[in-house]
């Protein structure tokens, strides 16, 4: 829920200020959203269940998932974003907003399955 809200919130407020700009975003910079929201809830969902069989293996599974983001990134995204052989300040918060968004959530979770709360 937590995920959801803050991605959605972020996004809206992110095409907001593109518009306000006079930048319209293109299909990348939803799909960067999107990417990122399903990639996180499966990292969430992988770190819980390790947690519960598992706990000592649990912050390897929150490092994995991030290089995952970043595999993901450099394999479908940086392709595109490259392509005119310059990657701008907009392409890379397309990338860098939601990943640290995601991170920040990740981490809190991570953190209260740690701590045992």
Known sequence: MALSTTLGAALLIHAAVLHRLNSTPDKYFFLSYATHFVLAAII???????????????????????????????????PVFNADGTIDTGET?????????????????????????
């Open 44 to 78: 969430f969902t992988a770190i819980v269940r390790m947690s519960k069989k598992h706990l000592h293996l649990t912050g390897f599974s929150f490092m994995a998932g991030s290089l995952l983001k970043f595999a993901v990134f450099f394999i479908f995204f940086y």
């Open 93 to 117: 918060l397309y990338f860098l907003i939601p990943y640290f968004l995601s991170l920040i959530i990740e981490t809190f979770f991570l953190s209260k399955i740690l701590s045992g709360k």
